[in-house]
């Protein structure tokens, strides 16, 4: 037992230096971003992501910075590539949004937006205002409330109709919970990018020898269907889809 509490001292001990250390690396970092010696601002920021990745942890302020501090350097793909990243962990704060829309008017390629009806809308900001755990933890809380509530109706010692209400609610709010923990899935997971080459071909099939479609140009965000031999199956909003080199996108 003495040995477990001694490991837990160490093991917050280290947690705890090491959060100190980020933080102290982060208010230089900004220190530096507001004296606008951005160059040196984004070498730390990048120190601290390394630190981050190590511990496999994600941070909103450190992503949001990274995008503002690109921006300032005038390289518009990684500065966007960053501000995606951060609006998967707040979709709705008002300064990300408004610099990415500042990004996308920048943009050669104009990206066309697909109109959503009231109701796509509000489904839409229904589920981003939940995380994934709280979604699960409620799917998984409905699903035994309806495990019990079909127990009770078996057994038949309880109102049938009651049993009949009560089972109707659950298993909608069961249903509602399943179908939003499977849209903020899709939000958070499915995978996106970013094209980072100044212009990039997009071909028909997943090689050079195939016909160019269109072209895309840097900064703009694509949706990523599949990989095959160093190529992503990519699509856009409006429908426009094709082959592009890998190397020339960027993840996220």
């Not at 796509?120 to 755990?133: D, P």
Request: one cysteine or more; aromatic letters at 18%.
């Amino acid at each position: 037992m003495r040995k477990i509490l001694v490991s837990a001292f160490f093991i917050f001990s280290f947690l705890m230096v090491f959060a100190g250390d980020i933080n102290a690396d982060f208010q230089k970092a900004n220190k530096l971003y507001t004296e606008k010696k951005y160059n040196e601002a984004l070498k730390l920021y990048k120190k601290i992501e390394e630190k981050l990745k190590k511990g496999n942890k994600h941070s909103f302020k450190l992503n949001y910075n990274l995008g503002c501090v690109y921006y300032r350097l005038n390289e518009i793909a990684p500065s966007r590539y960053y501000f995606e990243k951060a609006k998967k962990i707040k979709p709705f704060d008002k300064d990300l949004l408004k610099n990415i829309s500042l990004i996308k008017k920048s943009l050669k390629d104009g990206e066309k937006e697909i109109q959503k009806g009231v109701f796509l809308k509000f489904y839409e900001k229904l589920y981003l205002s939940f995380s994934l755990n709280t979604l699960t933890f409620l799917s998984i809380f409905f699903f035994l409330i309806l495990f019990l509530f079909v127990a009770m109706f078996v057994s038949g010692r309880f109102d049938k109709k009651k049993m009949y209400y009560g089972m109707g609610i659950t298993l909608f709010l069961f249903l509602l919970t399943s179908v939003m923990f499977y849209s903020r899935y899709k939000f958070t997971f499915a995978p996106k990018a970013i094209v980072f080459e100044k212009e990039a071909d997009v071909f028909s099939e997943p090689n050079t020898s195939s016909t160019v479609l269109f072209k895309l140009h840097e900064g703009t965000k694509v949706s990523v269907e599949e990989e095959l031999n160093g190529y992503s199956h990519i699509s856009l909003p409006d429908g426009l889809n094709g082959w592009i080199d890998s190397r020339n996108i960027k993840e996220f």
